[in-house]
Every structure is written in C-alpha cells, then in structure tokens.
C-alpha cells in the first residue's frame, strides 16, 4: 500500500501535531486527533460553566462510550472492561487480585515492561512465590513448544508482553493464550503497545486478563489506561483496595461488584474519559486491519532504508514486527542522536533498560534510540529521519556528538 492508497491527506488534515512536528514517538504518545482535542478541552470548559458534576450528568452516555468503545474494540463485552488512571495501575490491579501462594511458579517474558517486572518481583517475593522468565527462541520471541514443556501443575500465571516498549517484536500470544487456558493457567497480557496499532481480540487470544493504554497508538488523552477481565473469571478476582465504583452497599455490608466494575474508582477524569471513547471510535472508523497494514509497511520500509546508513544498527528482534523500530549506532549515544533529530524537528526516544530490565541486560543494551510510526506519518518524513541519520552518522567516530 502506497501512500496514494491510504487517505493520509486526512489522517493529516485531522491530527493539528503534524503541522508542527516529524512525530516518531508514537510508542510514547500518538498525537491526538483533532476531534480528541475538541472533546477533551469541550467539556473542560463545560465544567468549568455549570460545574463538574453537572457537567458529567450532561454528558453521561459520551462518558459511558469509553467503555462500549473498548469493549467493540477487544470485541468483548462491555461489564468486562474497567478504566483506570493508567495502564501501570490496571496491570497492578490486575496481579494484586490474583491469589499467588507460596511456592506457585510466575512465568512472565522477558520483555516484560520494567514496571510490570518489578511489581512481579515485589509481589512474588512477598509470597514466597517463584518469577521466572519465559522462553525464548533465537529471535527473542516466547518459544511457546518450550513453554509446554515447562508448565506442571504449580504454574498459577502467564504473563506476557504483546509488544515491548523497546523493540519490534511481537510475541505470539494467541498461542500462549490457547496453551495457558488448556493447562488451567491465568494469562495475563500486556497490550500496551498492540492495541490501536494492529487488531487485539480477546476472544482470539484467548486470555484472561488484558491491560490497554490510551495515549499510544489509540490517540487518546493521557492518564488512560484499561483492563480487560474475562467475565467468568471475575468473580474470582479480589481487588487489593476498593473504590465507591467497586462494591455493591446493602445494609451495612458490601459486595464486590460483578465482572471489571470491582476495579474501577468513582472518581474519574471525565473529560479524559470522553476524550478516550472519541478516540476509540476515531481508530475504529479507520478500521484496525488497515492501521496494521500501513504502520507495518512504513516500519518495514524505514528498517530496509535506515539498515542502509553506515554506522546504524537495527536492534529489532521477532519474526513478525511492529512499527517500532529500535536502533543503535556505532560511536554515537542514542541520547545525543535524540537531541540531534529534536533540533531537526523530528520526535523520537530513546528507552533505557528499564523500558524492559531482563531483556536490555541480557543483551547488555544500555539505550536504544526508539522510531515509532503511525498511520499518519508520511515517506517524506521518514526519508527526512534517514537522511538526518546519515549526515549525523556517517564519517568519523570522533564527531562532536560523541
Ligand atoms: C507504556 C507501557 C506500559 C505502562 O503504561 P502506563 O499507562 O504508562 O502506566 C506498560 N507496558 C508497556 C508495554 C508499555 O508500553
């Protein structure tokens, strides 16, 4: 698919950032749309006019869209998905809920993002329980014939990154899914980076637990973020701590409130809540399959272009890759290379190990510059980046950057 095939005079006429910006940290934040924007800031003002609550009444179903929009999105139903403040919390309500004993196996992967493996280690140490790390086949993708072999009956959880923060790869969770709920194992899968970017169904792969964000490739405000809870599981799952939103009140007693309800806290962001459903239905009306088809075709193409430029790296791993694009270059820090782009006007990142502790150590990478694409990036800029690479990259090691 060429640029002429896809209508990216749109998807750049609605997005007010590319005016402004070359933004290629889409695994950070995507720019948002306009209508995004205007949702957001509208009813920003509108509390600001006849008050908070009032305003929350008055937009209650846009509000409630959020959660319908995920639900189509993840293709599963609506009391199955909760909002929370960020994704880091949802994936932590998520572990703190599962009852790990002493002595139960964790089997997490090893790109792991490094906020979920230290809420892993603490959690699993506390417990007595044991972390270890998925395996892995020689293109760092999970080795799922292996990890049958490695499950018995003290595996109590699965947890597995879709697509880390650091690298292209994605991982193979259907596969995983499928394997996990035959053996009786909880899966719980990061989807951080996959979802708004390519097509995530839960009842494809199968899981049981699913954690979104809502700034990345959905475009949607920050402070968002979204947990997924199979519905038959739910009621097995005991949230650590409670919000007004969580219990059922009856006479003095509560009850946990059914399906991903029990998660969510009264208090809410409204207008980032609002600005969330517009996005999910903004990436809807582009339809995620063709999303999918063009971010990995503008991916593709940049790691073929910038393999070219003498002195860079593509640290890429797995078979099938994503649009983010991970590199590293010889006598050239990724910081300064960072700085460099900025200067030009183009937005990258660069991760450091913590964006994915076990994986960055074992393959001693101290940073990595990181190029993110969306749908809305054109050739001309990523023919930009590449030659802004190659006149920072080319020539002698000794360049004032070093
Ligand atoms: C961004 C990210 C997170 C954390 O999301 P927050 O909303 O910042 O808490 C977790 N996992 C992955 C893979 C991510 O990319």
């Not at 924007?37 to 937009?59: F, S």
């Not at 932590?92 to 790109?111: E, H, K, N, Q, T």
């Not at 044991?130 to 760092?140: C, F, K």
């Not at 979204?226 to 009621?235: D, G, I, K, S």
Request: net charge negative; aromatic share 4%.
């Amino acid at each position: 698919m060429l640029d002429s095939d896809f209508d990216l005079a749109r998807a750049r006429v609605e997005t007010p950032g590319v005016h402004h910006v070359v933004h290629l940290n889409n695994a950070g934040a995507s720019l948002a749309p306009q209508v995004v924007v205007d949702a957001v800031t509208d009813h920003l003002r509108t509390e600001a006019l006849v008050g908070a609550y009032e305003a929350a009444e008055r937009a209650q179903s846009a509000i409630d869209r959020a959660h319908g929009g995920i639900a189509e999105l993840l293709n599963c139903r609506t009391e199955e998905v909760a909002i929370l403040d960020s994704a880091s919390r949802a994936w932590g309500m998520a572990l703190a809920s599962i009852p790990l004993m002493a002595g139960d196996r964790v089997l997490a992967s090893p790109v792991e993002y490094g906020g979920n493996h230290v809420s892993l280690l603490h959690l699993t140490q506390r417990v007595g329980a044991l972390l270890e790390t998925l395996p892995v086949d020689n293109t760092g993708m999970v080795d799922v014939d292996e990890l049958h072999n490695q499950l018995d009956e003290r595996v109590r959880l699965i947890a597995v990154t879709h697509v880390p923060m650091h690298d292209g790869l994605v991982n193979p969770v259907a596969r995983i899914g499928r394997l996990a709920r035959a053996h009786g194992v909880l899966s719980l899968v990061d989807a951080c980076q996959s979802v708004g970017q390519m097509p995530v169904n839960v009842r494809e792969l199968d899981c049981d637990l699913l954690v979104g964000c809502g700034r990345k490739f959905l475009r949607g405000p920050r402070g968002t973020g979204f947990l997924y809870v199979r519905q038959e599981l739910a009621h097995e799952l005991t949230p650590p701590i409670l919000g007004l939103d969580g219990v059922e009140w009856s006479s003095g007693t509560y009850r946990l409130a059914p399906g991903a309800r029990r998660f969510e806290t009264w208090e809410s962001n409204c207008a980032s809540r609002i600005g969330l459903g517009v996005a999910v239905d903004y990436a809807l009306g582009w339809g995620v399959d063709r999303t999918w088809q063009r971010v990995r075709q503008l991916a593709e193409g940049l790691r073929r272009n910038v393999a070219g430029i003498p002195g860079v790296t593509v640290e890429d791993r797995g078979r099938e890759r994503c649009g983010t694009v991970a590199l590293t270059f010889e006598g050239l820090r990724p910081d300064r290379v960072r700085a460099a782009l900025g200067r030009a006007g183009i937005n990258t990142w660069v991760c450091l190990p913590n964006a994915a502790c076990v994986d960055m150590q074992a393959r001693r990478l101290d940073s990595l510059l990181r190029v993110s694409v969306h749908y809305y990036n054109s050739q001309e800029e990523l023919d930009r980046l590449c030659s802004e690479l190659e006149s920072l990259a080319v020539g002698p090691p000794a360049k004032v950057l070093v």
